[in-house]
T-cell receptor, first 112, second 115 residues
Framework: DADVTQTPRNRITKTGKRIMLECSQT?????MYWYRQDPGLGLRLIYY???????NKGEISDGYSVSRQAQAKFSLSLESAIPNQTALYFC???????????FGDGTRLSIL | AQSVTQLDSQVPVFEEAPVELRCNYS??????LFWYVQYPNQGLQLLLK??????LVKGINGFEAEFNKSQTSFHLRKPSVHISDTAEYFC?????????????FGSGTKLNVKP
């Protein structure tokens, strides 16, 4: 089983719909992150969390919200999806400072 | 905040040739450096990391990178590439913000290995 699991892997939806992307991990890491990837832009940070009581905005948080339900679960919501949120979304985890991130396989989201 | 620059968006190379993928970042103060690889329809996998010590770092699949503090660079190299190395490569920098690991990614370099 994957250490970082994202569901769904693919999603097509319409403008204005509410969407939730889920991430769960079995690595026991405290730190969790959500990124979006767009061609030629690399990965941009949406939100990050140290634990269930600590949620922080990243560089592109507008239009997104998150929930850290438990140490192992971190979900990303789009309250009212718009076409320019079409992208590949990644969840990642990390251990203490200086250690690398571990990524899920991504969710490909298309908003029509 | 850090900025990470990968100047080459695409690098075509023939099989068994050497390759260098370039990465520069904005500050040399207390950073950790990483290279990740992304194969189609997959997440990012760690290739190698520099935390401290020797400036030449060896990673998986025959890749290595050299940390150059004065030039704020962390270029990735492989002496002889294979078709299977075709993928997108990302350089990342993590700086020490309190107790949190915050990462900054370059825009990626697509390596296309031709037979």
């Amino acid at each position: 089983d994957a250490d970082v699991t994202q569901t769904p892997r693919n999603r097509i939806t319409k403008t204005g719909k509410r969407i939730m992307l889920e991430c769960s991990q079995t690595k026991g890491h405290d730190r969790m992150y959500w990124y979006r990837q767009d061609p030629g832009l690399g990965l941009r940070l949406i939100y990050y969390s140290f634990d269930v009581k600590d949620i922080n905005k990243g560089e592109i948080s507008d239009g997104y919200s998150v929930s850290r339900q438990a140490q192992a679960k971190f979900s990303l919501s789009l309250e009212s999806a718009i076409p320019n949120q079409t992208a590949l979304y990644f969840c990642a985890t990390s251990d203490f400072v200086g250690q690398p991130q571990h990524f899920g396989d991504g969710t490909r989201l298309s908003i029509l | 905040a850090q900025s990470v620059t990968q100047l080459d968006s695409q690098v075509p190379v023939f099989e068994e040739a050497p390759v260098e993928l370039r990465c520069n970042y904005s500050s040399s103060v207390s950073v950790y450096l990483f290279w990740y690889v992304q194969y189609p329809n997959q997440g990012l996998q760690l290739l190698l990391k520099y935390l401290s010590g020797s400036t030449l770092v060896k990673g998986i699949n025959g890749f290595e990178a050299e940390f150059n503090k004065s030039q704020t660079s962390f270029h990735l190299r492989k002496p002889s590439v294979h078709i299977s190395d075709t993928a997108e490569y990302f350089c990342a920098v993590s700086d020490l913000k309190g107790n949190f690991n915050k990462f900054y990614f370059g825009s990626g370099t697509k390596l296309n290995v031709k037979p």
